[in-house]
């Protein structure tokens, strides 16, 4: 099955590498850029029959491993 | 103006933070992960009133910092 994952940082923490790149952007010229924030993206194909199963397996990795759970917030869509 | 910029690695590029973490879930003992690619999404606020000069102007953003053109495939979207 397809599997998105989104992981984005939750909005009251800081985004170091997205103010970076405001900075880079502003410097290149583009002040228009008022705020930039970087998420990440994670599209997995995973084996499995059942989409609930599937999406609480994913969810465990998140926690395990593919998220923060400090800093970020994720969501998991499981393609029918 | 809201902006979304989706940067994914192009399909024929191999995918190394990808690969990595596959072989990390595997080794937790998730191995009905079959494939992991890794994107990147960018969310903007940026100054103008004009969407598609604000898209022409983010789409100049990503060539010349954003995303590499060489690895990577970019998509804007501008909010209403």
């Known amino acids: 099955m397809r599997v998105t ?3 984005n940082r939750r909005p009251e923490i800081a985004d170091p590498e997205g103010a970076t790149v405001m900075r880079a952007l502003h410097e290149l010229g583009y002040t228009e850029a008022a705020t930039v924030r970087m998420d990440r993206v994670i599209h997995m194909e995973v084996d499995g029959d059942d989409a609930d199963e599937v ?9 395990q491993l593919l998220a923060n759970p400090v800093l970020e ?8």
Chains 1, 2 share one sequence.
Not at 73 to 80: G, I, L, M, N, Y
């Open 5 to 7: 994952v989104t992981i």
């Open 55 to 63: 999406r609480s397996r994913v969810e465990e990795m998140c926690r």
């Open 73 to 80: 917030d994720f969501e998991v869509e499981v393609a029918p």
